[in-house]
């Protein structure tokens, strides 16, 4: 076979077919920082309505009549409109002062004065479990008036777009918030009656 004389020098020239590889390295990225930045931008958006529901269950909360089935409801039914797959879920506790949130129960009485409680000693059950722990919940439900209101919402939904195959993140985004309110002082708050270990 004879080869044309000019063909291998004109292939040594033609660049015609580069290009396809060239761009399909550039898509490749391009596509990951398009739809990863979707993804967050979608994630950042569900976020600020959750902060936005949050808010309104806290100015809720502070009423003197609150049905506190309602706030939760109101936060789930507004994250469901943006995110409809998504799992949401609101605890709530209630304390009697802001002293009182992440710190041990106090002793009201300390017989042997060693800091600790011994039979005969009695303490302040700010979460009402029966032990004096860290408080870190508060006392399940919204409380009464002058209390404190704590709320922690989980939200979890699956992710929009297929992102995570290629970037390791996991199908699932995982946000929460939590949002503190002290419920107005429409009455005398309740006294905490003094527990004593037997
Ligand atoms: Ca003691
Ligand atoms: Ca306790």
């Known amino acids: 076979m ?22 399909a390295l550039i898509l490749i990225p391009l596509c990951l920082i398009l739809f990863g930045g979707l993804e967050i931008g979608y994630q950042i958006y569900v976020r600020s309505v959750l902060l936005g529901a949050m808010e309104r269950a806290t100015r809720l909360t502070t009423l003197q009549t609150v049905d506190s089935t309602a706030v939760e409801t109101d936060i789930e039914a507004t ?45 302040e059950d700010v ?4 032990v004096r722990n860290v408080v870190t919940e508060g006392k399940t439900g919204i409380g009464g008036a002058d209390d404190i209101v704590r709320y922690n919402t989980v939200v979890t939904y699956n ?16 946000l929460s918030a939590t ?6 002082p429409y009455e005398l708050q ?9």
């Open 159 to 174: 992710r929009i777009l297929p992102i995570y195959r290629f970037t390791g993140i996991g199908n699932t985004a995982t």
């Open 79 to 123: 994250i469901k409109r943006l995110a409809p797959n998504a799992t949401v879920r609101t605890t709530k506790g209630s304390f009697l002062q802001y002293s009182q949130i992440n710190a041990m129960e106090r002793l009201t009485k300390d017989t042997n004065n060693n800091a600790t409680l011994d039979s005969g000693d009695c303490w």
């Open 127 to 130: 979460d009402d479990n029966g």
């Open 2 to 23: 004879t080869q044309h004389p000019h063909l291998s020098r004109r292939l040594a020239v033609d660049q015609r077919g580069a290009s396809v590889p060239e761009f």
């Open 179 to 184: 949002t503190m309110t002290r419920r107005q």
């Open 190 to 198: 309740n006294v905490l009656t003094p527990k004593c270990k037997a």
